[in-house]
């Protein structure tokens, strides 16, 4: 019996000790603001002090891969589809997001319609949905615009590192042509032609 209570002390002195346990880290991820702001002056602002939602628009269990020169990252069909219901402005400003690591802010940025009509001096996601209609894409690619001689944000370390131990980073993508599904003549982007592919014919390169 004295033997059985001392197995039992020292099995509850051991999980004192021990603590806690460690939550794993989360990693890349790219935040919405809980607050209205403009990207402007998200720009502006001190990282620290930004309120950012709760949950994240994109996580590293999103991430397919992430190509570390071209800052491409290839995306699960979800998370695609969440970022097509963003409401991006194309007549506005986009929509400000920060990068974090482990929560950790980095540096800032905003999805932006590439059909806008006023520049953004920063770092941009662009998103056009809708100009393609049929066709599957499943990356987005990070633009530093107007960086200069600065450093670019998007190669921080704590960044890239954080991909590499999550395996999601790549030094080259692969180069995959979306495929399209039309039934009629279409003009896409800057008014280049989209070739008409009919239910019964096959899939045609857009």
Request: charged share 20%; aromatic share 6%.
């Amino acid at each position: 019996m004295k033997r059985l209570s001392t197995l039992v002390l020292m099995a509850t002195l051991l999980a004192a000790c021990a603590g806690p346990a460690t939550p794993a880290s989360e990693g890349f991820a790219i935040y919405l603001l809980a607050e209205k702001l403009s990207p402007a002056e998200v720009a502006q602002a001190e990282l620290g002090t930004l309120k950012l939602e709760d949950e994240p628009i994109l996580s590293t269990e999103d991430i397919v891969a992430y190509v570390s020169g071209a800052h491409q990252i290839t995306l699960t069909p979800s998370a695609m589809e969440r970022l097509g219901q963003l409401k991006v402005p194309v007549s506005g400003a986009g929509i400000p997001f920060v990068v974090c690591v482990d929560k950790k802010p980095i540096y800032s940025g905003a999805f932006w319609s590439p059909l806008s009509s006023l520049s953004f001096d920063g770092v941009a996601i662009m998103l056009l949905p809708g100009v393609l209609p049929g066709a599957r894409l499943d990356y987005v690619r990070i633009e530093a615009n107007s960086v200069g001689e600065r450093p670019d944000p998007r190669s921080d370390p704590r960044i890239l590192q954080a991909l590499e131990r999550a395996g999601k980073l790549v030094e080259r993508a692969t180069p995959v042509m979306p495929t399209c599904d039309f039934t009629d003549w279409e003009h896409g982007l800057f008014g280049t032609t989209l070739l008409v592919v009919g239910p019964s014919r096959t899939r045609s390169m857009c």
